[in-house]
């Protein structure tokens, strides 16, 4: 087989990139290889099949990893409202700038695209698992696990990374990259729950709570995020939870998760209300404190972790230490990480292929001719529609900047 341009993987990035590809030198042959039967079935499941594909808050603030010119390529490439209008899909967004499709369905999304692929004359090779890539005169020549070869002239990675291994990102292409020299930055699950001791979290099963988390290493504050943070029996989880999954990497052993579960009240305007509350409910017990402040599960949860006293005693009892004390906990419960979560829950992969391995235009700096894009590189966004974005814009890049250079 042969093809001017070979795409490996038929996510996001991939499609994004087959498309920017095509649509800047049409003339030029492009097939995307794909290790499933069919393109796309990751993209199926973001968004929990609404498919966030975008934000209006492209800041970089939100944009992590070692590739320098991240906001330069996204503010470069087309807005994810004019790429998609180009395929007829309309979008629309949330009190948070989160951009979903006007159909809210990730399937209208990828349907739009594989029209568009159609279209522009993209062939699609499925079934195709990649296992090596070599050079070859001016080109390349790729080879499958079933001993098939496609030869080209030119290549774009945009094969993901470790995360949601069930849709085909088992990180096999990254490791192929690895064993022929490339810089691999620290793999970790992004946008993903956290673990923490089962102990620690017994009796807060299924309990949702607002307020802001933090995440902490040796003293210091590394990242704060506010929203419902959700509790299962061996881990925290919830957007603000997701957001700060990527320190795991950096202070794996000495990381913790720091909540005040009453962000809206300052120290003293709780014990204020605590002291309220002792005179209004003085003869029930311990466990009735903080039930008009809490759901029942974690308000008995508070106290009984908190509280030296047995939950059964009387309001009464407590002393203006005990009162402080709780208040104090209130506002700095910490939860010591005890592991990321495993790939099969992430969204998404922190680190890959590293940023000095590419130049500006994502053409590799040792074997031009040969282009990333997407989650393969050590780029990683906050949950929100920042990765999805990130795909396509890389994608368009890529793609670009490669048919351009033949």
Known sequence: MYTDIAVIGGGASGLAAAAGAKSENPDLSVTIIEKLDRVGKKLLATGNGRCNLSSRNLVPEHYHGSVRNIMDIINSAATAEEFFMTMGVPLISDNQGRMYPRSESAASVLSALRLRLSELGIAEECGFELKNIRKSGDGFVLGSADDRTLKCRRVIAAAGGYAAPQFGTDGSVIRI????????????????????????????????????????????????????????????????????????????????????LAADMDKAELLRYLEMVKLQRAELPVQELLTGL????????????????????????????????????IKKLEFTVAGCSSWNVAQVTAGGIHGSCVDKELQSVRDKGLFFCGEILDVDGDCGGYNLQWAWSSGLWAGKNCARSI
């Open 177 to 260: 990259f690895r064993d022929m020299g490339y810089k691999i930055s620290k793999l970790c699950p992004a946008v993903a729950p956290l673990r923490a001791e089962p102990d620690r979290l017994r009796g807060l099963k299924g309990v949702r709570v607002k307020g802001s988390v933090s995440a902490v290493s040796g003293g210091k504050i590394l990242k704060t995020e506010y929203g419902e943070i959700q509790f299962t029996e061996n881990s925290l989880s919830g957007i603000c939870v997701f957001n700060l999954a990527r320190f795991f990497k950096d202070h794996e052993g000495a990381l913790t998760l720091r909540l005040d």
């Open 294 to 329: 809490f759901a029942r599960n974690p308000a008995v949860y508070l106290v009984k972790n908190i509280l030296n006293v047995p939950i059964l005693e009387k309001i009464s009892k407590l002393c203006r230490e005990d009162l402080i004390n709780l208040a104090d906990r």
